[in-house]
């Protein structure tokens, strides 16, 4: 039975430094695997540092105000999502999606989105689409291997989570987004996600291996909200 998987890709792994064409060859491999088995795909692309360099050389240059931010930002997505549309070549809808409310028709195996609009994430954006297009699911890749309860890198004692409530959840990231805040998952998104009671699946997207046992149905390292 096919599928319609949405799979948030974070900018992290796109551009970590520059534009890693090693992970999106290895991607779009398994990806074309999982086409083969009749499944399709919405993916969403972040801006990674790509979008902050172009933040910060705004910042030295002029006085941008927070949504001439946001939206220099948003378009580093769509230059991502440029790239893995066309890395998919006539198996992909030949437009990128920049407002995830508006539903479009696609026979294709692969939609591609970008960023949306000022004060959203990629993540909003996700949510939105799943909505859009009827799936139940988000996978979120990042480069991190599970939510924690506090973050590991400043307190020793932070446990990983593989399972919790959105309302649990919530009580971790708070209820305001904040582009500056470094969350495992938008906290209005989550708020969203949690109304439309979808399961949003955060796990590490360097480790390929993991995301084909995701798409597979079979046992995986991440977390799950639901």
Sequence with gaps: ????????????????GQIDAAFLRKFRRLIIGQIKKGNRFILITG?????????SALSEIAKPTPGDLDWIGISSTWLHADLVRLMFGKLSNPNIIKDPNVKVRFREKVLVAGGWMPGRSTDDDAVRLAKAYGARTVINLSNIDFVYSKDPRKFKDAKKIESISWGNF?????NK????????FDPTAAKLAQKLKLKVIIANGKNLKNL???LNNNKFRGTIIE
């Excluded at 919530?170 to 708070?174: E, H, L, P, Q």
């Design 1 to 16: 039975m096919s599928k319609l998987f949405v799979i948030s890709l974070g900018g992290s792994l796109i551009n970590p």
């Design 47 to 55: 801006g990674g540092k790509l979008c902050r360099d172009f933040q």
């Design 170 to 174: 919530r009580k971790i990231v708070g």
């Design 177 to 184: 987004w904040d582009p500056g805040k470094n969350l495992p």
């Design 212 to 214: 084909k046992n995701i």
